[in-house]
């Protein structure tokens, strides 16, 4: 099987996935299309929905993550998603990035965006990755509160404001990722127009976290449902 499987399921005894070891894939029935990776353990926020603990300090060696993605090439990998952890705190990121942009796999980074940068806005511009934010809500309370995180909405905004600024929207999509929480249901539609009106793409994710201490609510839309 070689490098490539699912590791997904490996977890400690408090149930936390072991992140850095998170690669799932998914393929059409003769090749692999789709990989996930969560290149790092470590975050700097503390968000209640995630099933990441990111105190951990594990993350992908770069050598062994490159002969996977090499594999998974082989195997007919066209896109991956780029996650942690937060992921722009691996400090092989850009190694990785311009690896995968030389072998022509499109690339969604998944990030929180709070330490976005100019100078890593336009190497990641370079290597053409689809940028995703995850953004809970355009209700600052309802952010800060849901990433535990005060003045995390903030630098989101800012590095909304920073990629913009090196031409995401205009040639590279942003993508902006919410999660469909219960604690966030009220400001859901507000958050989606919001993206919208700023040329943004706004994504659903459903996650799977502590969902016992969160009464999650699990929302399905389609954009028909959200536009109507």
Known sequence: ????????????????????????????????VYLS??????????????????????????DDLERV??????????????SGGEPTLYKHLFRIVEYLHN??????????G????????????DNEVIVGISLESIVEEVDDGLTRSPGSFQ??????????GVGYTEDIPLNIIVKTLKAN?????????????????PILEMKLGNCK????LYLFFTMKDVID
Request: charged share 25%.
């Open 114 to 125: 709070t330490t976005m940068m100019p100078d890593m806005a336009q190497r990641l511009h």
């Open 213 to 216: 201490e969160l009464n999650m």
């Open 155 to 164: 630098k989101k905004m800012e590095a909304i404001r920073i990629l913009k």
């Open 103 to 112: 072998a022509g796999v499109e690339t969604l980074l998944v990030t929180n």
């Open 69 to 82: 993605l090499g594999e998974a090439r082989e195997l007919g990998m066209e896109k991956i998603q780029l």
């Open 37 to 62: 990776v969560a290149l790092n353990g470590a975050c700097n926020i503390d968000c209640s929905f995630c099933y990441v603990d990111g105190s951990r300090p594990g993350q992908w060696n770069p």
């Open 1 to 32: 099987m070689g490098l490539i499987e699912d590791k997904s399921a490996r977890r400690d005894q408090r149930g936390n996935i072991d992140p850095w070891y998170n690669t799932k894939g998914r393929n059409d029935g003769d090749n692999l």
């Open 185 to 201: 249901q009220n400001t859901f539609l507000q958050t989606w127009q919001w993206a919208l009106d700023n040329g943004l793409q």
